[in-house]
């Protein structure tokens, strides 16, 4: 029999510590381990173990109860708060909600509001500096990029007059002269993408039994390359763009001024946007300082203009932060030190996107697909928590259906040919072609003629026409087909100013993880998915789904696992990869930034989550039900759409046709938009503010004196979700 093994110390190791003159070399106690098998701790295991659970049963029940309601700032005594006694001050008409900020920040705009407020208000989230040059003139290539060869190029110069009214005399010139040295963006394969949808598309209207009359994209080409602009004088246009006066020499401007800055104004300014595809701006930003003195002139002057806010308030207020799905934890634990540190609310709170659209629609459960400007997520909610493995976060959204369509334009031989997107007023310019001219109805794909003026700072009106055929559709449904866009720029600086955040313990990165995501790391090869049973879970087992996403109605495909090539976007590959969804090849075969190992979530090097929006929402829902058919039904039941991309006509429409298509026949599916006719954009905000008024949220909010004892620490305590 082996002798049993006890925690006493044996000879051999004694003899370790001592010498051969039978002395110890050192005077430290040897602690040996607990025998695990005879002992028990209740240590943290109990709510009076932690400090913030301790701290808050300790105060006396009024001052608890004013606390928790945001009504009595951290550290106040009781007589000084607003309305603890139930009585109402004069100064501050306890409107319910009134003292507790919401604030939802995004790619584009920023929006703030009391919890009290029915709307928020809205402010592009972007500051403007005084800087050597505009950032057009710091890139030389224009945006949407181009490509021309050296006889276009010349061509081009050698038939435009003088006295032509393109811009040719501008700075801008420069970009044109440049264009040899651009970057090699496929122009050919876009072009080559571009003409395989439209035919596509064409089939489709064919099969719908919509007229498609031949030869409109020629008639359209035609029409345009021989457009002559219109010169009109200043005191014959009436709407004149007004521009931010910068006589006052400010360093700095926010919002709506800052993007109404002339871009040769003098002194230069330059942009900034903070956030960028939803998270750190790292391509734009030097350092975390400036980073951080940005947002908070951004939110300060916010807060003062728009809702009367000043410094000294903030004491007295509580914030709602609200933070995307999956988020980057170094974000939320810089703006919670922000918000905390910087401008000392009495209490915060953080608050996920998702959870705050199903509180703004009034749903418990749903999936919610959120198509911001740079970033689309989605996500199954479910009795109002996030299921964190259906969490998806792709890199597209609105901005990228602007420069697409920006792009087929130009395609189409657009007479403003030279637009840049990096110029503001041609970025105005082209949000407002997209807001007016794109559709996803069948109906709108017809010839229309069109007209817009450009407005340049210091420079005539030049009213322009051009003509636009399937354009209008096909750029809204680049999201379908995120193969086309140009992905070139996303990620770029990314991780170059933040580290990821590391577990302190074993040294493993914590950012949130979800399944969906994870799949869009897997390894084109992979054959078998562990993660999750893929026999046919919601309907429609990926071995059997239709072989095509494309817009034609699809043939069933053979299942033999292929590997994805570079120019498809169309995952049909994909879906005939009989064990999972190989969407790691659906994007990221063109779009990884760097040298990563794409089967590696956690390598250092990202790799650009794209995806079909339709075969998004099936991965999501498939990870989020894990097999259980009803529940899969219920979320497709419930697909809520969000955010400010999916506000593009017959949006919704054409989802639903092409989830149908994907799924087959499985219940009922519904895509709803927001209740009560609310703006799809500030549904999340609403959410939040639902939320910051409820009275029984007091064990999510970071008080001051909690933070200043435990810092970051005390996320785990008060998040609804596990941190
Ligand atoms: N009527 C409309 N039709 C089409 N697109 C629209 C419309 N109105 C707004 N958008 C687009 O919605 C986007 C802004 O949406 P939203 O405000 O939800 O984004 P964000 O929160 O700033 O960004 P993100 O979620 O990526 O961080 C812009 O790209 C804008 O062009």
Not at 328 to 346: C, G, H, W
Not at 532 to 553: A, E, K, Y
Not at 597 to 602: A, I, Q, V
Not at 656 to 664: P, T, Y
């Amino acid at each position: 029999m082996p002798p049993r093994k006890t925690n006493r110390p044996s000879k051999k190791d004694e003899g370790l510590a001592r010498t051969d003159n039978n002395l110890k070399n050192h005077s430290w106690p040897i602690v040996y381990p607990i025998n695990q098998k005879n002992f028990y701790t209740d240590y943290l295991k109990r709510d009076d173990q932690a400090l913030v659970w301790r701290q808050r049963s300790e105060l006396p029940r009024p001052e608890r109860e004013a606390k928790d309601r945001g009504l009595m700032p951290d550290g106040e005594p009781e007589k000084d708060s607003i309305g603890a006694d139930g009585k109402e001050d004069e100064e501050h008409p306890e409107v319910w909600g009134s003292r507790v900020i919401i604030i939802h920040p995004g790619s584009r705009n920023l929006r703030i509001g009391r919890a009290s407020d029915a709307l928020p208000k809205t402010i592009p989230n972007v500051i403007a500096r005084q800087n050597a040059q505009s950032e057009w003139e710091e890139d030389p290539h224009p945006r949407p990029k181009r490509l021309r060869t050296e006889e276009e190029s010349r061509d081009d110069i050698e038939d435009t007059g003088d006295n032509t009214p393109h811009r040719r005399t501008r700075g801008s010139r420069k970009s044109t002269t440049l264009a040899e040295k651009e970057p090699p963006y496929a122009e050919s394969s876009f072009q080559t993408l571009f003409n395989e949808i439209s035919q596509e598309l064409k089939m489709q209207m064919r099969q719908n039994k919509r007229r498609v009359l031949p030869n409109s994209r020629e008639g359209v080409i035609n029409h345009n390359k021989k457009y002559v602009p219109e010169n009109i004088k200043e005191h014959n246009d009436p709407y004149r763009a007004e521009w931010t006066s910068v006589e006052t020499n400010l360093l700095h401007f926010v919002g709506h001024e800052a993007l109404h800055i002339a871009d040769n104004s003098h002194p230069r300014y330059k942009l900034f946007w903070p956030l960028r595809d939803g998270v750190f701006n790292e391509h734009d930003y030097v350092s975390k300082r400036r980073w951080h003195e940005d947002v908070t002139v951004i939110l300060r002057e916010s807060f003062s203009r728009e809702l009367g806010i000043g410094p000294e308030d903030y004491e007295g207020l509580s914030a709602v932060f609200v933070i995307p799905d999956l988020y980057d934890r170094i974000y939320v634990t810089e703006m919670l030190d922000l918000l905390l540190r910087e401008f000392r609310f009495s209490q915060v709170c953080l608050f996920q996107e998702s959870v705050a659209a199903t509180y703004g629609a009034g749903f418990s459960s749903a999936c919610i697909v959120d198509i911001g400007a740079q970033k689309t997520s989605i996500s199954c909610v479910e009795e109002g928590m996030v299921i964190p493995d259906s969490r998806l976060n792709l890199k597209f959204g609105g901005d990228d259906v602007s420069t697409t369509f920006m792009q087929m334009l130009l395609a189409n031989s657009f007479p403003y040919s030279d637009i840049n997107l990096l110029r503001r007023y041609d970025y105005l310019l082209a949000e407002d072609l997209k807001v007016k001219y794109t559709s996803l109805n069948e109906a709108d794909v017809v010839v229309q003629f069109h007209n817009f003026h450009v407005r340049a700072p210091g420079e005539e009106t030049i009213k322009y026409g051009f003509k636009t055929y399937d354009e209008v559709y096909l750029a809204p449904f680049s999201l379908f087909y995120p193969g086309i866009l140009d992905t070139n720029d996303k990620l770029r600086g990314r991780r170059s100013l933040w580290e990821r955040s590391y577990d302190l313990y074993d040294d493993v990165p914590n950012d949130p993880v979800s399944l969906a995501q994870n799949s869009l790391h897997r390894p084109a090869t992979a054959t078998v998915n562990e993660d999750i049973d893929m026999t046919d879970d919601t309907g429609f087992g990926i071995s059997n789904r239709p072989g095509s996403t494309g817009l034609t109605v699809p043939t069933t495909s053979e299942s033999t696992p292929k590997t994805p090539h570079t120019g498809s976007p169309i995952p049909e590959e994909a879906l005939e990869v009989p064990e999972g969804l190989n969407v790691a090849a659906i994007g990221n075969s063109h779009s990884k930034a760097g040298g990563s190992d794409p089967g590696d979530p956690d390598s250092e090097n990202e790799v650009l989550p794209m995806l079909p929006l339709d075969l998004a929402i099936i991965e999501s829902i498939r990870y989020a039900a894990k097999g259980d058919e009803k529940r899969s039904k219920d979320f497709f039941s419930g697909i809520l759409l969000v955010g400010g991309g999916s506000l593009t006509a017959g949006f919704n429409h054409l989802l639903e046709e092409r989830l149908i298509r994907q799924k087959g026949s499985l219940g009922n599916l519904t895509i709803s938009s927001p209740p009560r006719e609310l703006d799809p954009q500030v549904l999340v905000w609403k959410g939040a503010s639902v939320f910051g008024k409820l009275t029984s949220t007091n064990e999510v909010w970071i008080k001051q004196s909690e933070y200043d004892i435990l810092n970051s620490r005390v996320l785990p305590y008060k998040t609804l979700w596990m941190w």
